[in-house]
């Protein structure tokens, strides 16, 4: 029975919701029992969009569609081929081409067109008319605007209606989809050309052009734009042309059709939008700051205290999300500006983007200060010094869980991918050098330095469900350092100037930038240790190991009583290790550019300092001496990771690798016990393994220097690793 009635409940539910389709398909206009209704199932489709207006494309419909394409079209051609062609009215003339097309584009994609208007429609001519649109505007690159700068001025309201580039799909298998394909490069090559126009504009009348663009707002001609849905937050205050330019460098275009967003940052050069949001920036970062720098002076009164929770009311003087996204979307918009044009991100370290962004990264650190304030539990504090001037303690904690942002860090990691993009971004190699010099000068070095130290959350109560405050995301963190890791590489390459001023600690009592990076090579993240790497070779400091492997040698050979001396020497070498060794990129490279950090390593004569150590034993007549193992360790693991690229195997064998390392695997036999013993012949055994590897004449040498009854006799420890 129980069966019955559910078996009868389903079907009474399933009847409901298809009587609720077809209510709302009849709501919205289709009548499927009419001879120009769309494709079966296609209403029910479109009704169930969230209740957007759908109506099908009849005879008539598509008919007058396709005289409004040939026509606009053919205006196209005559604006382009003219003996002087205006380049803002070819765009006026393809904008309105790509409007004829769109109904056209989207009924046919979502099977609006009635059987009896498909008759009408062609696949091959529909192409051609999209194909020679898109070759006709093409053509107008170095076109020039009209001489009337009044009517120019009325012009940019359509083309920046003519920036809304259209984003059309279909499935793989509609006949018609090269027609689509077609018309989607049309819209690319129209919101191209039209931020042309608009920078040449801005560019024969600049205070005209931004009076219109910042007073006007554009009116839509999307037909898909919806009134009821909420306005997205701008990025200015301008008005509605400028938002929609800003737009467009938020969405993320194929790479191999960047040349939208690149046109459209020109465009907005030209308006001199990007000393808005650096100013902008600068603004709203030093207004908290300022405000940090009160409240450590603010003398401790609880009436004062309390007023700042009075009925739950956030501080504005505190960062909240929503005005920390806007600090992030300028950031990120520095970026993009700078990202297409060497001489983009010239103008925008004149304009103060580098002391913009330097400001915005001191924000999270500072407020930082106050969330691990608000963690000490009462009578944790050692003295006085350490509390933020008198502020009440217990109320700055209350205060930062009521306003503090979820999107600090992530601000901090939107600054350094701009500051990565002004660094590295086009021209020569000099104007590139010249740029990093005017970047560290302004401080820049000194704030990426301070993000490589950013603390890591404490995920040690993460399971504890009272824990105070929420727990950081880890993940996030890591990327942080990971971009400022690799804006301090692109600063410090091939520039003397700039990698002293990384050498010198950034304050007192805080670290410099190379002691930071060494910290960041023991973070478990892969992509953290190779940006940690890059940066600390970029800074020579394989260099600098290697001089410090030999004179820490030289002093061990004259005093081998001095254990400090062993540690150094640990030290050293495996820090040298880690600099080449081979972490996974998130991007696949090239065979000839993966990891090239370990050439860089070699060249440094890293080969020549290591290899001696693995006789350094012997060499001192001590071959139990406290420390002596860990060396030989760190040096086994070393030369397998310099051998891992064939081209250097010859080079260690010929210094003398192979004889050290048969005797390592011969002095630590099977039996004997301890932490350093498996360990040192475990190394040994991989270095042997790297150094053969697809190497036939090393493979010999293993032979007879003797390598193979100790490998074999290996076989019978106990330590699964070693075997």
């Known amino acids: 029975v129980s069966s019955r009635c559910g078996a009868s409940g389903e079907m009474k539910s399933s009847t409901r919701a298809s009587r609720s389709q077809k209510r709302k398909a009849q709501d919205a206009g289709i009548e499927s029992s009419k001879a120009d209704s769309p494709a079966p199932g296609s209403a029910e489709r479109a009704a169930l969009k969230g209740g957007e207006a759908y109506s099908p494309l009849s005879r008539l419909t598509v008919q007058s569609k396709l005289t409004e394409l040939e026509g606009a079209v053919a205006e196209l051609g005559l604006r382009c081929e003219a003996s002087r062609p205006n380049l803002v009215e070819c765009v006026k003339a393809a904008h309105a081409a790509l409007q004829a097309m769109t109904p056209l584009v989207k009924g046919l994609d979502d099977g609006a067109v009635t059987v009896e208007a498909s008759g009408l429609l062609s696949a091959e001519s529909l192409e051609r008319q999209a194909t020679k649109a898109k070759e006709l505007l093409s053509k107008t690159s170095k076109h020039k605007i009209g001489k009337s700068a009044k009517d120019n001025l009325a012009a940019m309201p359509q083309l920046v209606d003519a920036l809304e580039c259209p984003r059309f799909f279909c499935n793989a298998g509609n006949k018609y989809k090269k027609f689509i394909d077609s018309a989607q490069a049309l819209g690319q090559e129209t919101c191209r050309r039209a931020a042309d126009a608009i920078q040449k504009i801005a560019a024969a009348d600049p205070e005209g052009s931004k009076r219109v663009v910042r007073t006007a707002v554009a009116t839509p001609t999307n037909e898909t734009n919806d009134a009821k849905k909420p306005p997205m937050v701008p990025s200015t205050t301008n008005g509605g042309m400028v938002d929609k330019m800003w737009a467009l460098l938020d969405r993320h275009f194929n790479p191999r059709e960047n040349k939208v967003q690149r ?212 993940a996030l963190v890591h990327e942080v350092t990971r971009r400022a890791a690799d804006a301090v590489c692109k600063m410090a390459t091939d520039n003397e100037t700039v990698k002293e001023l990384i050498l010198k600690p950034v304050g007192k009592g805080e670290p410099n930038g190379v002691s930071a990076l060494k910290i960041l090579l023991e973070r478990r993240d892969n992509r953290v240790q190779r940006a940690a790497a890059g940066a600390l070779i970029a800074l020579d400091e394989h260099r600098r190991l290697v001089a410090m492997i030999n004179e820490t040698r030289a002093k061990i050979m004259q005093n081998p009583e001095d254990k400090n001396l062993f540690v150094q020497l640990k030290q050293s070498v495996r820090t040298l290790a880690e600099l080449a060794k081979d972490t996974p990129s998130a991007q696949p490279q090239p065979e000839e550019q993966e990891n090239k950090m370990v050439d860089q390593v070699v060249s440094a004569d890293a080969v020549e300092a290591i290899v001696p150590l693995l006789t350094l034993a012997k060499d001192i007549d001590e071959d139990r001496a406290p420390g002596i193992g860990d060396i030989e360790k760190e040096a086994c693991y070393a030369i397998g990771l310099l051998a891992s690229k064939e081209n250097h195997q010859n080079r260690i064998a010929d210094a003398g690798a192979l004889p050290g390392l048969v005797a390592l695997l011969k002095r630590y036999p099977p039996q004997m016990s301890g932490n350093v013993a498996p360990s040192v012949a475990r190394r040994a055994a991989d270095a042997v393994t790297n150094l053969a590897h697809e190497n036939n004449p090393i493979k010999n040498r293993v032979r007879t220097e003797g390598g193979i009854p100790p490998l074999v006799a290996l076989l019978e420890t106990r330590d699964a690793k070693v075997q």
Request: glycine share 6%; aromatic share 6%; with cysteine.
């Open 263 to 474: 046109a459209v940052a020109n465009a907005l050069i030209a308006l001199d939008e990007h000393e808005f949001i650096i100013g902008e920036l600068t603004k709203k970062s030093s207004a908290y700051i300022a405000n940090a720098d009160t409240l450590d002076f603010r003398q401790n009164d609880s009436k004062s205290d309390k007023k700042l929770l009075t009925h739950d009311v956030v501080d504005v003087s505190f960062p909240d999300d929503r005005t920390v996204e806007k600090m992030r979307r300028w950031a990120r918009h520095i970026g993009e500006l700078g990202r297409h044009y060497g001489e983009h991100s010239d103008i925008l370290v004149e304009a103060g983007a580098t002391q913009a962004l330097q400001t915005a990264l001191a924000v999270s650190m500072r407020y930082f200060a106050y969330e691990r304030l608000g963690d000490r539990e009462d009578g944790e504090y050692p003295n006085e010094s350490q509390k933020i001037g008198h502020f009440n303690p217990g109320t700055v904690h209350e205060v930062w869980e009521q306003c503090r942002p979820r999107s600090l860090v992530e601000l901090d990691k939107d600054v350094c991918s701009s500051i990565c993009v002004l660094l590295g971004s086009g021209g020569s190699d000099d104007e590139r050098k010249a740029r990093r010099a005017k970047m560290a000068k302004a401080g820049a070095h000194d704030a990426l330095v301070r993000m490589l130290d950013l603390p890591q959350p404490d995920v040690r109560d993460a399971l504890n469900l009272n824990m105070k405050r929420p727990q950081g995301n880890l």
